[in-house]
Structures are given as structure tokens and as C-alpha cells.
């Protein structure tokens, strides 16, 4: 008598295997296009000749500003769109690929500064990743310029990072955002420059950053050393970790090993401590698809925050896409996550909603709603939007 019950058993296995919910392609490509074109349009730039130097303008090379382009730039690469293209380059050289502008390292400093000598401070340094990648791009596609004006785009990133370098210091990276700012700097211009220094002051700012914020039993980082538990606790008397914080942090070791080479000494550190921050991450999504601004504590500040939730929508979605983390746990956490992003914090009119304004922690009673927007949670959308498109099409 024939075996029929295997074919059974074969359709019943099938049936009990969790459908997967991915955007396709095209939904992906029209998001990010609905984003971009809406902040692009809304934030022109000014000439190089009419920009001020100041933080927080369109043209600024700072932080929050200069978070934006590297998630335009992530687009472009999955997009081809040029406009968002010449929308990044127009910014970098308005600012002459320069950040903070002092000339005189004497007086160049690293602790938080908006003016010219903060030269040091990781948030007038993570512009270099923009302008580093500007010249790549342009290297691979044969672009006409003179040699000496592709080396421009890196010349001051390499003679500030060099600089930097040549330093005793180890404690330029004291908070959390600025592994996202800087981290990426230094593995790229590494790459370009072959100068073996890049990888080895990684590791040694890389140690001290999570010697002095990493929890090993939550496996999160402090936003920096004034929120370590017990010294400060959310209301509740729990450990505060800050979203956007932990955020920067998954997103720039996925940024950094996307670039490291396979064979450099420390990788599998890096490795170690980003599998070891998406489990906890992972788990403390809240149903809906975010994650709330304290972590560990819901209660802390409540409801939805778009640009946390997009950085770790990135950072998961990389991980998945490169086999490191397994795809049937983590897959159903990037799809509530990108399905929030788009279903509740996407606006008709491609406003990104419910983005945290400024700051360095879980505020209580601090209101966000669908209207609260900023340049760096569009950036880390785009960061989200580009890395979920390779993962369904690759």
C-alpha cells in the first residue's frame, strides 16, 4: 500500500512556517522617494559663497545635519536617483568639505562645543563620512576631476583624524552618538589610506567608549557616564537606556563591519558586542513595531520614537541580510518595525512623525507626535528604507 501520509506531512510543515511579510521592491523605492523628495524640497540649500557656519542650518556640517547625508547617500546607492546625489555633494561643498573650522590645533578641543575649535568632537566629524564617500563614488566612476581635487574631499577628515591619532588621548568617544559619528570615519579613511594607525586607534577609543558605557548584564550602552545605573534611574528606579542612544550604537558597528576588512584583529569583537545588543534590543520591541525612548522602562516616556526605532530597523535588517543574525527569530522583528515606519510614523505628505527632538534621554511628559520631524530621523529612515530593499532583492 502506498505512503500517502508524507505528502501530508509535508503540507502541514509548510503551513506551520511563518509566512513572511516583506515590503516588495518597488513599495521599498517608493517610500524612500516620497521621504527624501519631501525633505530635500523643504530644506534647500544655499550657495557655498551665501552658507553661514553655524549648526543647524541646511548647509551645517554638524551632527544632526551631516546624520541625514549619510542615510541620502545610502539611499542614492539603491535608488541611482542623481538629484539626491548632487543634494549631498552641493552640501559638502558649500562646506569645503571642512567641520568645525579652527586651522590651529593648539587650540582644537573634544568635549561638546558648537564653535569653530571643537574640531576634535566627534559631531563636526561625522560629516567625513559623507565626504569620504563622495570620494569614492567618484574614484569608482572615473570622475574627470583633477587627482588633486578628489584628494580635497579627504584632506581635511585625514588631516584631523591623523592628527587626532598622533594624540595620547583615548577617550575622545565619552557618549554613545558619537561611535555612530566617528566609528565609520575612521574603518573608511583606513581603507582608503591603507594606514594600519586608522584600525588600531579604532579598537583603542572603540575600548575606552564601552569600558565606560556598556552594561554586560543588559548589553546596551549608557548614553554616556551621567545616566550609569544606580548613579541615575528612570522613575520607576530602573536602568534608562535611551533608544536613539543604544540606536547610533547598533547602527555603527553595522556600518563598520559592512567596511572592516575580513582579516583585521578586532572584528570579531565588534562582531561579539552587535550580536550581543541585538538580542537585547530585539527584545524589548514593544507590539506595535517601536521601540519606546527608555528601553527597559515603557512607563519612562511612552508611545512611539521614529528615529530609535529606525536606527535599529538598519542595524537588524544589515544583520539579518549578512547571515549573522538568524533570519526566522529576527525577521519578524524588522517587519513590525518597518510596518510602524511606514503605517504610522510616514505622513501623507512624507513627513517622517514622531521623531524625538534633540537631546540625550528619555524625557517624561516630553510630547512627540506625528508632526515632530528632524534631519537625522529622516537620515535613519533612509538608512532603514535602503537596507531593507537589499534584503528583498539580493
Known amino acids: 500500500m502506498k505512503n500517502i501520509l508524507f505528502p501530508f506531512m509535508a503540507i502541514a510543515l509548510t503551513a506551520c512556517q511563518p509566512a513572511e511579510n516583506l515590503p516588495s521592491p518597488t513599495e521599498i523605492l517608493q517610500h524612500i522617494d516620497v521621504v527624501n523628495t519631501h525633505w530635500q524640497e523643504n530644506h534647500p540649500l544655499l550657495g557655498a559663497e551665501d552658507a553661514p557656519f553655524r549648526p543647524y542650518t541646511n548647509n551645517s556640517p554638524f551632527w544632526d545635519n551631516a546624520a541625514y547625508h549619510t542615510g541620502n547617500l545610502a539611499a542614492w546607492h539603491v535608488t541611482g536617483n542623481n538629484a539626491q546625489l548632487d543634494y549631498t555633494r552641493r552640501w559638502a561643498e558649500s562646506n569645503r568639505y571642512v567641520g568645525a573650522t579652527s586651522t590651529e590645533p593648539a587650540e582644537w578641543r573634544y568635549s561638546y562645543g558648537e564653535r569653530p575649535e571643537f574640531v576634535l568632537f566627534g559631531d563636526w566629524q561625522?560629516?567625513?563620512?559623507?565626504?569620504?564617500?563622495?570620494?569614492?563614488i567618484d574614484?569608482?566612476?572615473?570622475?574627470?576631476?583633477?587627482?588633486?581635487?578628489?584628494?580635497?574631499?579627504?584632506?581635511?577628515?585625514?588631516?584631523?583624524?591623523?592628527?587626532?591619532?598622533?594624540?595620547?588621548?583615548?577617550?575622545?568617544?565619552?557618549?554613545?552618538?558619537g561611535l555612530y559619528m566617528v566609528m565609520p570615519v575612521m574603518v573608511r579613511l583606513g581603507n582608503i589610506t591603507g594606514n594600519p594607525l586608522y584600525g588600531e586607534k579604532l579598537f583603542e577609543y572603540w575600548s575606552y567608549a564601552k569600558e565606560l558605557m556598556y552594561d554586560k548584564e543588559e548589553h546596551l550602552f549608557y548614553r554616556d557616564g551621567k545616566y550609569i545605573y544606580p548613579q541615575h534611574q528612570t522613575a520607576s528606579g530602573m536602568k534608562d537606556f535611551w533608544a536613539r542612544g543604544d540606536g547610533w550604537v547598533l547602527a555603527a558597528l553595522a556600518r563598520c563591519l559592512e567596511e572592516l576588512p575580513a582579516d583585521y584583529a578586532h572584528r570579531?569583537?565588534?562582531?561579539?558586542?552587535?550580536?550581543?545588543?541585538a538580542a537585547s534590543v530585539a527584545a524589548c520591541q514593544q507590539p506595535e513595531g517601536y521601540w519606546t525612548r527608555s528601553l527597559l522602562d515603557p512607563v519612562q516616556a511612552p508611545g512611539p520614537e521614529t528615529s530609535g526605532t529606525a536606527f535599529f530597523t538598519y542595524g537588524l535588517t544589515w544583520g539579518i541580510r549578512k547571515g549573522l543574525l538568524p533570519r526566522k527569530e529576527y525577521l519578524p522583528v524588522v517587519e513590525r518595525s518597518w510596518q510602524y515606519l511606514t503605517q504610522t510614523a510616514l505622513q501623507a505628505d512624507g513627513t517622517l512623525g514622531y521623531v524625538q527632538p534633540i537631546g540625550e534621554r528619555a524625557i517624561p511628559g516630553q510630547t512627540i507626535d506625528a508632526a515632530s520631524t528632524s534631519n537625522f530621523g529622516v537620515g535613519a529612515f533612509l538608512l532603514a528604507a535602503s537596507e531593507m530593499y537589499r534584503l528583498v532583492t539580493e
Open 126 to 136: 561625522i560629516c567625513f563620512q559623507s565626504y569620504a564617500e563622495l570620494y569614492l
Open 139 to 177: 574614484k569608482a566612476g572615473g570622475a574627470a576631476d583633477s587627482d588633486s581635487t578628489q584628494i580635497e574631499k579627504i584632506a581635511r577628515a585625514r588631516e584631523v583624524m591623523e592628527y587626532e591619532m598622533s594624540t595620547p588621548a583615548n577617550d575622545y568617544w565619552w557618549w554613545a552618538d
Open 268 to 277: 570579531q569583537e565588534f562582531e561579539q558586542t552587535y550580536l550581543e545588543m
